[in-house]
């Protein structure tokens, strides 16, 4: 059903069913690092070259998920996944070997809320009984499509991110379990006229503003009303700037209000102002924040994936980003 | 062109961003490309020292010396570490030429010897080539010509 | 006191990459561009010998003596063959540094992995 104009409400049900998450060292290494399934000790994750590696991410995180609910791709109706890479391929080389009704997605690093939320929708029109979604990014992968080669020694500002090497993936489904997916607000493309790839988080903020105040609104929802909210990959400078953004339209985020960028690492890990990249929000969301709610101690989560849809080619025609964000809210059910 | 909202937007954004420090990465730069600098000094003074070369001749071997050495410590994954600390004080010197080419190089080695390393090997030392070499030419006709008029 | 002289004209090149970069706000392949052609224009006017004769190192480390050899060597030839010359000469003092540039970036790609 939908809510107001961007907003739909999952009358029916659509719950997660099972997750699976594969990182690098640097993520293992961080302050989340227990929760998550599998940490490749190196960054090439025992593969050729990088692509290959954030192929092996993603296939680890979806074989991961299968089976520990003893499921068998065959069993799965639909699989959407994306990543950051053009022609989104680790997703396309990680499906073709699955033999799944296939759905490439991209939003960036808002990939993984924009899956979910389609999947969702499927679901809940009873199109499937169940959706599988996985996300990846890489940081090698990106820093050489989007920036310079790796070994290139190129001074970053302090406002610049790390992105993330990590896949996540999630199976969807209509049967009951303990955790639902209950909203999903699709967010506009947002440019404030940001024009510089290493400050992504003032370029993002926006949008994540855009969104966030729209699902308020059109839930009818107080910020209070969840346990936390997280945007996806602002860092510290656009989670920041997004608290000012969202002040400014006379709503409050109090401390249950953090980011996934922040959450990642550990400070004083070398990754500037934080993580990003679309597996950020994914491994975060469904590593760590999905165990917590099945501990009961998040029962009300919002996730506001947020991406800069940011393209070499069209930054060296001097266009500036265009940026986007999807939030999906999640609520433990109760339970007798 | 920016729309007044974009402008408003980007005032207030600047507020969030800690300034660059401007004078801590120049005095960074000014020790670390000194410092390369000096080596090159000391790296001529041996050929001179050990070769029957004069001060303009040594140029050329000292030049390649350090051409390897910034090659190797790429390859090494050190550089990008140093430069991350030194800024301009690695990257202006011949060393950080080496690097961006022996960067771009490696980085494409997964693409095979042509496509990859080969081609792309000019992909960031490319434009500097270019420049130059047009730059030359523009100085190098202006003075001809100069000196032609004065004949 | 020649090392003395090499480190510190050497550095103040550098300083001037890192405002280009910081204040400028130029990318690293902008500003070495942009120190190149410097160089070059420097050399057109003759003062970037006498940076080196005052330097040594100092001056023919930084990527700005790689303009001065440019047209270093199309004037040595430009001398002899006249606008033809400009051309035939232009590489020719620069061609170590471009030669063992492409040779150990090549070398060094074959051997290593990048390292992310």
Redesign the interface.
Same mark, same amino acid.
């Given at each position: 059903m939908r809510l107001g104009k961007q907003t739909w409400e999952f009358k029916q049900p659509v719950y997660i069913h099972s997750t699976g998450t594969a990182v690098g060292p640097l993520e293992g290494e961080g302050p989340l690092g227990t929760s998550f399934d599998k940490i490749f000790d190196n960054?090439?994750c025992d593969e /050729?070259?990088?692509?290959l590696a954030e192929r092996a991410l993603m296939e680890e995180a979806v074989r991961l998920c299968l089976a520990k609910v003893n499921r068998k791709p065959s069993d799965v109706d639909i699989m959407l996944a994306g990543d950051l890479l053009n022609q989104i391929v680790t997703s396309n080389y990680a499906a073709r070997q699955l033999g799944i009704p296939f759905l490439g997605m991209f939003s960036a690093c808002a990939t993984v809320m924009q899956s979910v939320a389609v999947a969702s929708i499927f679901i809940n029109g009873h199109y499937v009984e169940n959706a599988l979604v996985a996300v990846s990014s890489h940081?090698?992968t990106a /820093?050489?499509q989007f920036r310079?080669?790796? /070994?290139?020694?190129?001074?970053? =500002? /302090?406002?610049a991110t790390y992105t993330v090497t990590g896949s996540g993936a999630v199976l969807l489904s209509n049967q009951p379990n303990a955790i639902r997916v209950t909203h999903a607000t699709l967010g506009q493309v947002v440019?404030?006229? $940001?024009a510089n790839p290493l400050?992504m988080g003032?370029a993002m903020? =926006?949008a994540a503003a855009k969104t966030l105040l729209t699902h308020f609104k059109e839930t009818q929802r107080e910020p209070s009303y969840y346990d936390l909210i997280v945007t996806g990959d602002l860092s510290r $400078?656009g989670s920041?700037?997004l608290r000012?953004l969202v002040e400014d339209e006379g709503i409050k985020l109090r401390n249950n209000y953090e980011d996934c960028g922040v959450m990642i690492y550990h400070q004083e890990q070398p990754v500037f102002a934080g993580g990003s990249g679309a597996g950020c929000p994914a491994i975060v969301t469904f590593g760590y924040l999905m165990k917590e709610m099945e501990r009961g101690i998040i029962k009300r989560l919002l996730v506001v994936a947020t991406g800069a849809l940011l393209s070499p080619l069209m930054m060296q025609q001097k266009e500036t980003i265009p940026c986007i964000a999807h939030a999906v809210s999640f609520e433990l059910e109760e339970r007798d | 062109m920016?729309?007044d909202?974009?402008?408003r937007?980007?005032a207030?954004?600047e507020l969030? +961003?800690?300034k660059?420090p401007v004078i801590s990465?120049s005095i960074k730069a000014f020790v670390i490309g000194g410092g390369i600098c000096a080596l090159g000094q000391f790296i001529s003074n041996f050929y001179m020292t050990f070769f029957p070369l004069s001060q303009k001749e040594a140029m050329s071997p000292t030049l390649a010396t350090l051409i390897l050495l910034a090659a190797l410590l !790429?390859?090494f @994954?050190v550089?990008?570490k140093?430069?991350?600390f *030194? @800024?301009?004080g690695?990257?202006v010197p011949v060393t950080?030429f080496s690097? *961006?080419m !022996?960067?771009?190089a490696?980085? +494409?080695?997964?693409e095979g010897l042509v496509f990859g390393i080969g081609a792309n090997m000019f992909?960031?030392t490319g434009a500097v080539i270019a420049f130059g070499v047009l730059s030359a030419y523009a100085v190098g006709l202006t003075r001809l010509l100069v000196q032609m008029l004065i004949r | 006191m020649e090392y003395v002289s090499a480190f510190v004209v050497g550095g103040l090149i550098c300083i001037l990459g890192q405002l280009l970069?910081d204040i400028g706000k130029l990318?690293?392949t902008h500003t070495l561009s942009t120190l190149v052609v410097l160089g070059a224009l420097l050399d057109g006017f003759h003062l970037y010998d006498r940076l080196i004769d005052f330097a040594g190192a100092g001056a023919t480390v930084p990527i700005t003596s790689f303009g001065h050899s440019l047209v270093h060597g199309a004037m040595a030839e430009g001398e002899r063959f006249g606008f033809l010359g400009v051309g035939m000469g232009m590489f020719e003092v620069t061609s170590v540094g471009i030669s063992s540039t492409i040779l150990f970036s090549f070398l060094v790609a074959l051997i290593f992995?990048?390292?992310?």
């Open positions: 960054l090439y /050729e070259n990088w692509e940081h090698s /820093e050489r310079y080669p790796t /070994e290139f020694g190129g001074q970053k =500002p /302090e406002t440019d404030m006229g $940001v400050d003032s903020a =926006p $400078v920041s700037i000012k | 920016l729309s909202e974009q402008k937007y980007q207030n954004m969030y +961003h800690s660059r990465n !790429t390859g @994954g550089y990008d140093i430069s991350q *030194a @800024g301009a690695s990257l950080g690097n *961006a !022996t960067s771009s490696l980085e +494409h080695k997964s992909k960031l | 970069l990318s690293p992995k990048p390292r992310g």
